[in-house]
């Protein structure tokens, strides 16, 4: 028979080991921060929560770009500061991005209305992006800011503000609970577990494929002019290299932080700092002249 300290003691363990019930609350620390992104506390409303799965709105805010009239989504805010490119999240999630759907629907054919960035058309691209057939309540838009040409370029860029309703699986370990699956749309479960690893693999290659054209421009640069850029500054190489040996303008790194360039008449060295953001860590991406 058990003594009461062997039932204390069980009762104990039960507690520890049983499943806590997923909250809101819970749940929406998990969304916050799930496979590296940082959103704000009210980026993130809860609707529902069912056993340890949860349907939440998100705001979430895109950059797009506009090139020979058709406007593209191009990158998503994961935090204070930090923008992520839509074309590498879609390299390592083996996704596709949205095509040609939003480019020319009826309803904006022969009018005013045919290449601008409506809130229709803002709608369409992040339905696309999210496989949300409209109309839908699962993709709204909260607010369209057009700022005219992005730094460095000529294509038209604006801002979208948009609430979009995502499900999500979570599982609780040691650190709490935390989001393992997301579901959007009429796609599958898609697991987030590794995104950002991958993701960091993609960079450091788009990372290594940007330096080496640096480092071709620069040659080609030293062939016609004798010498290299003589810089401590990236700004001041690509200002030297584009467009005649530089076609595009390449002034961040997947990273979102600017190239470091250091060069002499002889010499050049090119560096990103890598996921850390640290100079002279092991994971900086370098490439010098031989």
């Known amino acids: 028979m058990l003594n009461p300290s062997h039932l204390v003691y069980l009762s104990c363990l039960w507690l520890v080991l ?20 940082s959103l704000p506390k009210d980026a993130v409303r809860v609707q529902r929560v069912d056993g340890t799965e949860a349907s939440a709105e998100l705001e979430l805010v895109f950059r797009v770009t506009q090139h020979d009239e058709r406007w593209r989504l191009s990158e998503v805010r994961t ?68 700022f005219g040409f992005s730094f460095g370029a000529s294509d038209a860029s604006a801002l979208i503000v948009a609430l979009v309703r995502l499900d999500f699986r979570l599982t609780r370990d040691n650190g709490g609970w935390r989001v393992t699956d997301m579901k959007s749309g009429n796609r599958d479960w898609v697991s987030v577990t590794g995104i950002s690893a991958s993701l ?54 997947p990273w979102s932080r600017p190239y470091q360039y250091d060069g002499d008449q002889a010499r050049f060295s090119l560096r990103s700092l890598g996921p850390d953001g640290k100079p002279n860590t092991p994971d900086d991406i370098t490439v010098s002249n031989p």
Request: glycine share 4%.
């Open 18 to 37: 049983a499943p806590a019930d997923l909250s809101s609350s819970q749940a929406r620390k998990a969304i916050q921060t799930t496979a590296g992104i």
């Open 79 to 146: 935090g204070q500061d930090r923008w992520e490119r839509l074309d590498l999240i879609a390299q390592a999630t083996k996704a596709e991005l949205p095509g040609d759907e939003c480019d020319a629907p009826s309803q904006f054919a022969l009018t005013a209305e045919s290449t601008a960035l409506t809130t229709k058309r803002a709608r369409c691209l992040v339905a696309g992006l999210f496989g949300v057939s409209l109309p839908s309540d699962d993709v709204r838009i909260r607010e369209v800011s057009p």
């Open 200 to 253: 960091d693999q993609f960079k450091r290659s788009t990372a290594a494929n940007e330096l080496s054209l640096l480092a071709q421009a620069l040659d080609n640069y030293r062939r016609d002019r004798g010498s290299y850029v003589v810089s401590d500054k990236e700004s001041v190489l690509i200002d030297h290299l584009s467009p005649r040996y530089l076609m595009p303008v390449i002034r961040l790194d």
